[in-house]
């Protein structure tokens, strides 16, 4: 195995290097800089060393993205215990239960989660803190209360001048399989898993964006966090890395609207991308095809001598959409809509597709977007290797299989499960279906959990289906179910859109009816639509926005 270096000696020794830059920005609040990092950093080692917390012991968090929960969540790794950070829109249960199944000591908590938790439901908790402030909600222990009580004159006694670089010392995990985290996934069905992430997958994730970025980055950019820091593919990509470079992040503190976004974006500027499908199909479908889909663009989009300039220009326009002066947008944590894929790579935009899973910490495949192929999710990552399980993995999908330093330990406290995820030759089974081409480019046909028998025996993968409905008139999501060996596609309209043409309910059911006719003349004969059911409300979805599909089947 290569050399892997201390994690922990990297975060050190970015905050030594970058000390006086710009690090951490709450969007239109405070900016931290990397030494103030460091300082409160100090704070929260002396709060754990004081209260009798010990390397090992698990600590919590649980809030929105904010400087302060990134600084506690490095607090945590560089003192050596193990943190558990959770998706601040798990319910009360959820988060009770993930803290009293990892056995957490203390709970790191937002502003709003604060208000729906229950500390008699968590009597394995020494104390809950405040993340804006690091005030205690509840202490349980007298030593918590006086070192937080003292915390101020503590710090003064260790460094009674001032708190200068050469005092940045911190814990070196003892091996690259040493265990720093543990992620609960979201959790589709029943309880959710939580996944032991070791030092050397965030060590392998890092070197990957290294190697795949750090020629387009430098310290200083400028990078947006959108995607939740309790998921590995915000923290992997929108923090850890940028925060080992010596880029300058910026979380949007609230909740992001499509609104704020685009506000962000046009005035941070940022270098680099990291989104899910949902968001960017949003600001495609809302800002861009309705200037395009019309009668005089059509036109001059097809005119060969013309349509090269007109693509250019509407590129230039979704570019500008995002800020203007990132590298490449890359995509991940879904399936992208084919029509969107599609009109993109028309205009030759700087888009990727990645793919990974929280057992990966979170990385398996993604390709620079001058080299991505179209429809694919990228080719295997450094320091990884994949491969279908199928007798033809380029014409018949089977499950996809990672192995590699990103692939974690295991499941905490759960060996069955373990044991059927990890085989005894360290392949990690995805539970995802997928072709390879001749290059190595992986396909993903969809969950093999979600594929549906036909009633001659034939593969259906209601992925397939869903991204052609989603592309059809007045369609905003849809899932394909079965219902006595019939298709039903149900359906989330643009109920905004229907509006502002002055449709009624009958209108949106003659065009869903209408949709279907046109769908099942593409749709192969077992796998064409019975009917298309409307709902109402927006699909529930989980924090990385992919629907929850076992709530409608």
């Not at 195995?1 to 994690?7: A, K, L, T, V, Y």
């Not at 966090?225 to 300058?248: K, R, T, V, W």
């Not at 394909?480 to 309910?505: H, N």
């Amino acid at each position: 195995m290569e050399h892997i270096p201390s994690f922990n000696a990297l975060i050190q020794q970015s905050i030594i290097d970058h000390w006086d830059a710009d690090a951490l920005t709450d969007y239109k609040g405070a900016t931290l800089q990397y030494h103030d990092v460091a300082r409160k950093i100090e704070k929260l080692h002396i709060l754990f060393e004081n209260s009798g917390v010990v390397k090992g012991d698990k600590i919590a968090l649980c809030g929105r993205n904010s400087s302060q929960w990134a600084v506690a969540f490095l607090a945590t790794l560089t003192y050596g215990a193990i943190a558990v950070p959770i998706l601040h829109e798990f319910n009360a249960e959820q988060i009770h239960n993930i803290v009293n199944h990892s056995e957490s000591k203390l709970l790191f908590v937002g502003d709003y989660v604060v208000t729906v938790v229950n500390p008699d439901e968590m009597p394995g908790l020494e104390g809950i803190i405040n993340i804006p402030d690091y005030s205690l909600f509840v202490s349980r222990s007298e030593k918590l209360t006086y070192a937080r009580e003292h915390l101020n004159e503590l710090y003064g006694k260790k460094f009674p001048k001032y708190f200068r670089k050469e005092h940045v010392n911190y814990y070196v995990e003892q091996s690259p399989d040493e265990l720093a985290l543990i992620n609960y996934t979201s959790g589709t069905t029943g309880f959710s898993k939580g996944v032991m992430i070791p030092y050397r997958a965030l060590w392998s994730n890092y070197d990957f964006a290294v190697a795949v970025l750090g020629k387009k980055i430098k310290a200083g950019d400028r990078i947006i966090s959108i995607l939740p820091m309790a998921h590995m593919y915000g923290m992997a990509f929108e923090f850890l890395f940028e925060f080992l470079y010596g880029c300058h992040v910026y979380y949007l503190s609230r909740i992001p609207s499509p609104a704020i976004i685009a506000e962000a974006f046009a005035n941070i500027k940022p270098v680099i991308i990291i989104a899910v499908p949902l968001v960017i199909e949003k600001i495609i479908r809302k800002k861009v095809f309705p200037k395009i889909q019309n009668n005089r663009m059509r036109l001059l989009m097809q005119m060969p001598v013309v349509n090269l300039k007109v693509h250019e220009k509407i590129c230039e326009q979704v570019v500008n959409a995002f800020g203007g002066q990132f590298y490449e947008i890359i995509v991940g944590g879904a399936a992208f809509n084919q029509e969107v894929e599609q009109f993109l790579k028309k205009i030759d935009f700087p888009y990727t597709v990645g793919y990974g899973a929280t057992e990966c910490a979170p990385i398996i495949c993604y390709s620079d977007w001058h080299t991505f192929a179209p429809g694919s999710c990228g080719r295997a990552v450094r320091h990884m290797e994949v491969k279908i399980d199928s007798p033809n993995p380029r014409l018949i999908p089977g499950e996809i299989l990672a192995r590699g330093l990103n692939v974690m330990l295991g499941y905490y406290k759960n060996e069955e499960i373990t044991a059927q995820t990890i085989d005894k030759d360290g392949w990690y089974h995805t539970g995802d279906l997928g072709t390879m081409d001749e290059h190595g480019n992986v396909f993903i046909k969809g969950r093999s959990k979600n594929m549906l028998l036909g009633s001659n025996g034939q593969n259906i993968y209601p992925e397939e289906i869903e991204d052609k409905v989603n592309s059809m008139a007045l369609v905003v999501e849809s899932v394909v179910v079965q219902r006595s060996e019939k298709l039903i596609a149900l359906v989330y309209p643009d109920y905004d859109e229907a509006r502002k043409m002055g449709f009624t309910d009958e209108d949106i059911r003659n065009v869903m009816e209408q949709n279907k006719l046109q769908l099942n003349q593409i749709l192969p004969a077992y796998a064409k639509l019975s009917d298309i059911e409307i709902r109402k409300e927006e699909f529930e979805k989980t924090p990385k926005k992919s629907i929850k599909r076992y709530l409608y089947k």
